[in-house]
C-alpha cells in the first residue's frame, strides 16, 4: 500500500494524466528543438565564416603600379613614400622580380623575362589593426602616382561578410521565434488542460489547496513534458549535425553547418530554454485561469 | 467559531434564506434537517466559504468570509474537515491518495502522517480498497472515504453534508461514533442529514442540538423529534 507521495515532485500527479495531448505536446517540443538545434548550427557557422573572411582579408592590401617600363620604379617608390606616411599601415614593400616571376610563373612558365615586360609591379601593404583609410590613401596615390591601383579587398570582401552576418542574424531570429511558438504551444496546451480540469481544480481546493499549489502541480506537468520532448530533440538534431558530411574546402560554406568543439554544449541550452519557456507559460496560464475560475 | 449575521442568500431563482443569525459555538455539535431541496447543502456551503453570502457576514475562526482572498480561504479548510455530499474524489488517483489529498495539499505528506491515515481506513473498514480508484467503489465506500478524508487533517470543525445517506445502519451507527468520538475531543460538528433515527442515535451520546431549515429560516428545533 503506498499512501503517501514523499517527494514534492510527484504533487503533479493531482493533475490527471491527458495522453492524446500529452504525446503531441511532447513530439511538438521535440521538433522545435530539433529544429533550434539546426538553427543554432547555421547561427554559428555563418558567424565562424564572416569572422574568417573578415580576419584573413582584412589585414592585407596590394598596390599595382601599372606604368611605363622607365616610370616604373620611379612610381614604386613615391608609392612607397606615401604609404610610409600614411596612418595605418604597418609595413609595405615592393615584391621583388623573383616573387612576382614565382606569382606569373604559373601562366607563363619560369623563364620569362620579367624585367623587360610591362608587368605591374606589386607593392605588399599589410595594414595594423586598426586599418587604414582606404578612400584618403586613394586620393593622394592618384594625386602623386597615376600608375597605383589600390586594391584594399574590401569590394568584394564586404559582402560576403554581410551575408555570413544576415545568415547568423537568420538562425537567431529562428530560434527566438522557435521559443515563442513553444510558449505558445505550452500556453494553449496549459489552458485547454486547467479548462478540462475544473473539476480536479474545485476538489484542490476543497481540501485546503492554494491556488500556488494547483499552478504548481500543472507547471511541473508542462514543464516535464517540454523538458522531456526538447531533450529527445535536441539528441536527435545533434545526431543529424553529427552526420553531416564533414567540412571541406571544395564544400565550402555548406559542409561547414556543424559544431566545432565546445561549440557542441550549447545545444544543450536548448531543453533548458524549453524547460523555461514552459514553465513560464504554465505559470502565467494557471494564474489568469485560476483567478477566472474564482 | 462559525458565526452568521443577518445572512442572506439566493441562487438566481429566488430568496433561499433570509436574516440568519446563528453562532456555532467551538466543541458543539449541531445537526442540520429539513426537507430536500430545503437548502441544507447551501447552507453548509456558507459555513465553509464555498459560497459568500448576497447579504450579511459571515465569521469562520474570528474572520470575516467577505475579506479573505481564495488562498485565505483555502487556508482556513485546512482546519475544516468538510464531507460532500457527492464526496468529490479525483477520480484519477487511487483512495488512498484521495484520503491524503489534503495532507498533500497542505505540505503535510510526512512519514507520520501514514501512521494516521492507515488507521483512518481501517477505521471506516476501507483498508482493503485502498488501491481501487473511486469510481470502482460502492456509494457507501465512497462516503465513508469522504468522512474519512474530511478528518484527516484532525480539523477544528467538521462539516458533514448527508455523510450516511448511502450506508446502511451497522456503518452508519459507526461513522456516528466517530464524529462523536471527535467531538469529544472538542471539535465542533455540524452534520446535515434528514435521518432522524441518527440523530435520536446521537442524542444518546452527545449534547447534540438540531437546525431546522422551515421557510426561509434556520432555526434550533424543539426537543420533540
Ligand atoms: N448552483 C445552484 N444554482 C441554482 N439553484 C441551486 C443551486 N444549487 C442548489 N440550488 C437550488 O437551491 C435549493 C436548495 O438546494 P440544496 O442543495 O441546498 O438543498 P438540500 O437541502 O441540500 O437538498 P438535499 O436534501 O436533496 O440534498 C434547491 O431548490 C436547489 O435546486
Ligand atoms: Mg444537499
Known sequence: ?294 | MIELENVAYSYSGGALFSDISLRLAPGSFHFLTGPSGAGKTTFLKLCYGALLPTAGQVTIFDKDLAALTRDDIAILRRRMGVVHQDCQFLDHLTLSENLALPLIASDRAAEDAQQDLEDLMAWVDLTHRADALPPELSGGERQRAALARGVIMSPDVIIADEPTGNVDWEMSQRLLRLLVELNKMGKTVLVATHDLSLIRAAKSQVQARVLRIASNRVQLAGADL
Open chain 1, 1 to 294: 500500500m503506498s499512501l503517501l507521495w514523499r517527494t514534492d515532485g510527484q504533487a503533479g500527479r493531482v493533475v490527471p494524466p491527458s495522453g492524446f495531448t500529452a504525446h503531441l505536446l511532447v513530439f511538438a517540443a521535440a521538433a522545435m528543438a530539433f529544429l533550434a538545434v539546426f538553427a543554432l548550427a547555421l547561427s554559428l557557422a555563418s558567424g565562424r565564416l564572416a569572422a574568417r573572411w573578415g580576419d584573413e582579408l582584412a589585414q592585407s592590401a596590394t598596390i599595382r603600379i601599372v606604368a611605363p617600363l622607365e616610370q616604373r620604379d620611379a612610381q614604386t617608390e613615391a608609392a612607397l613614400r606615401i604609404l610610409q606616411t600614411t596612418a595605418g599601415v604597418a609595413f609595405a614593400r615592393a615584391l621583388d622580380t623573383e616573387e612576382q616571376q614565382a606569382l606569373l610563373a604559373p601562366w607563363f612558365g619560369p623563364e620569362l623575362d620579367i624585367e623587360n615586360l610591362p608587368v605591374p609591379q606589386l607593392i605588399e601593404v599589410i595594414e595594423e589593426d586598426t586599418g587604414f583609410d582606404a578612400a584618403g590613401l586613394r586620393l593622394r596615390l592618384a594625386a602623386e602616382v597615376p600608375g597605383a591601383v589600390l586594391d584594399d579587398h574590401t569590394q568584394w570582401r564586404a559582402p560576403l561578410v554581410e551575408a555570413a552576418d544576415r545568415l547568423r542574424l537568420l538562425g537567431g531570429i529562428s530560434i527566438v521565434l522557435l521559443a515563442v511558438t513553444m510558449a505558445a504551444v505550452v500556453t494553449l496546451a496549459a489552458n485547454a488542460a486547467l479548462a478540462a480540469n475544473a473539476q480536479v481544480i474545485k476538489v484542490l481546493r476543497l481540501v485546503g489547496a492554494t491556488d500556488q499549489f494547483i499552478a504548481q502541480a500543472f507547471v511541473r506537468r508542462f514543464t516535464g513534458r517540454a523538458l522531456a520532448g526538447a531533450l529527445g530533440g535536441t539528441l536527435l538534431g545533434m545526431v543529424a549535425v553529427l552526420l553531416l558530411p564533414p567540412a571541406s574546402d571544395a564544400g565550402g560554406f555548406l559542409t561547414g553547418l556543424g559544431f566545432q568543439g565546445l561549440e557542441w554544449a550549447l545545444p544543450l541550452l536548448i531543453p533548458l530554454l524549453a524547460a523555461v519557456v514552459a514553465f513560464g507559460a504554465t505559470g502565467w496560464s494557471a494564474k489568469r485561469v485560476l483567478g477566472e475560475l474564482a
